[in-house]
């Protein structure tokens, strides 16, 4: 849930006392708990993801893949190969390339790895690609311009550059 501080003192018997507001009903939560011990965790709120964004990059993949009989998620996965900064290379021991790939793949259909070799005897150099749900506004504006950029190779219209960039600009940061 989103909220803000309200108020933090120290009780009589020295624990401290800290009211949060939210426009949440917690009625019920409250009810169930107000005597349990619980586990509470704090962190700042991040702006939500724009759909928009997102929709509007799987609209364009789905315009592409039919323009050019390819499966949306091979135009999707092959758009985040293309774009810059949403992979990390690392050196894995041989052993345990296989068990890397294959958890780091069940993040999603974006989540891919790729394999080459290392100058590490016994190693292979593994490079995983992060799929578009954990990406900022400037990787998925990357992203968008790389699908806008197919698209346009491919006679699809597109929205205009003014459109795309405030539309990106609500993806969270």
Partial sequence: MIGRFKDMFRGRGGEWVISFT?????????????????????????????????????????????KTGEKKTTVYRNAIREIGGVSDTICVMDKAVDRLREGWEKNGIGWQTDTTKSKVKGCTNVTLYYGSSVYDSRQMAQLINSLVQDAEALGIPTLTDEQARKMVSNWAK
């Fill in 22 to 66: 939210t426009q949440t009903d917690m009625t019920e939560l409250f009810d169930e708990l107000k005597d349990a011990e619980i586990d509470i965790a704090i962190k700042k709120a991040a702006r939500k993801r724009s759909l928009d964004a997102n929709a509007y990059c799987w609209t364009l993949i789905d315009k592409i893949a039919e």
